[in-house]
């Protein structure tokens, strides 16, 4: 019962926070002055057409000149019919100045374009999971000895360079000197095939190189402290070998720390993984977002803010009601 009403609550402050940012983003990107780009051969009456029957201006008129003026419709109501297109139709516009998917439905091209992004960090995460929490646990067994040493140095300088630069690094070393890998992924929509998951891996690896850092930190940290802890020593004074202390006991009550960390990277990575989709040229949402951006495409701009915003939002409370299930002591929500 006090879980049900402690996740109640936090779903409804998330869906208020939620408001409020895209409420933000709304309001912010529609201050912006509204960008009419009439290609050659293109009739300057039917893109005016367009942006009225959108909602964003109105009075519409052609001066002698040729030019047109019209009246921009105020930025709340903006809002209000652009959620109730939402809500009422599903609706969540179309691309006016986004080069190759103008007049194109938003969502549409986020479906197509998702699936690159969900893979490259579900395998940084496959990748990163393990090898991050075995750095860890080693470093945590061999405290202050050689391999301990070694790893805190390998784990400092990843966290301290910059993803970017690692990128760069792995494009150079793996893509161009190597030749191992393309340098950029493969534009098939194959994602499954075998050429298509290796031209994805240059991106992977410089994904998880920054995860295997954080979960080799945190494992370290929480592992150590609980090896120190009194009931360890119990444990083995009840006849326990160190093994079997450290699997049954030590493991399991570091897993409450590290398991909400592995979510909360799995966001980092996901959020961080724009600008690397735009290196290794995956034909991903990030990019997307990027040039939604540079060619202030409304509609493109806040279906994308609203999606990361979403998943940033889920991830805290998944990564909070995590802890009740990993540690039954914890119980969310009670007094």
């Known amino acids: 019962m006090y879980m049900f009403k402690y996740v109640t609550k936090r779903l409804g402050l998330m869906l208020f926070t939620f408001l409020i940012i895209f409420t933000m983003c709304f309001v912010l990107i529609k201050l912006l002055p509204i960008p009419i780009n009439v290609l050659p051969g293109q009739d300057p009456a039917i893109i005016m057409a367009t942006l009225e029957g959108r909602g964003w201006i109105t009075n519409i008129q052609e001066g002698d000149n040729g030019v047109y003026t019209y009246d921009r419709v105020p930025i709340m109501i903006q809002l209000g019919s652009y959620i109730k297109k939402i ?95 393309p340098i950029t992924m493969s534009t098939s929509d194959a994602y499954f095939t075998w050429d298509v998951f290796r031209s994805m891996l240059p991106a992977v690896f410089a994904l998880s190189l920054g995860s295997i850092a954080g979960y080799a930190r945190y494992t370290r940290a929480e592992l150590s402290e609980v090896l120190t802890g009194e009931f360890m020593l119990l444990a083995r004074t009840k006849g326990l070998t160190k093994r079997q202390a450290i699997y049954r006991h030590a493991m399991r009550n570091s897993m409450v720390v590290i398991f909400p960390s592995i979510l909360s990277e799995f966001v980092s990575v996901l959020s961080g993984s724009l600008i690397i989709e735009k290196m290794f040229a995956i034909n991903g949402v990030g990019g997307l977002y990027l040039n939604s951006i540079t060619f202030q495409d409304y509609d493109f701009f806040m279906l994308l803010s609203g999606f990361y915003t979403l998943v940033s939002l889920t991830a805290g409370i998944v990564i909070d009601i995590s802890y009740g299930f990993i540690d039954p002591r914890i119980r969310m929500g009670a007094k």
Request: glycine share 8%; hydrophobic share 50%.
């Open 87 to 181: 809500v009422t139709r599903g609706d969540f516009g179309i691309a006016t100045t986004y080069g190759e998917y103008v007049n194109h439905p938003v969502w549409e091209v986020f479906v197509k374009k998702l699936p690159p992004t969900i893979l490259i960090n579900i395998y940084s995460t496959i990748l990163g999971v393990p090898i991050g929490l075995g750095l860890g646990i080693l470093a945590a067994l061999k405290k202050n000895k050689w391999q301990d040493q070694v790893i805190n140095i390998f784990i400092i300088l990843l966290i301290s360079v910059p993803s970017i630069v690692l990128a760069l690094l792995l494009q150079y070393t793996i893509c161009f000197k190597l030749g191992w890998f």
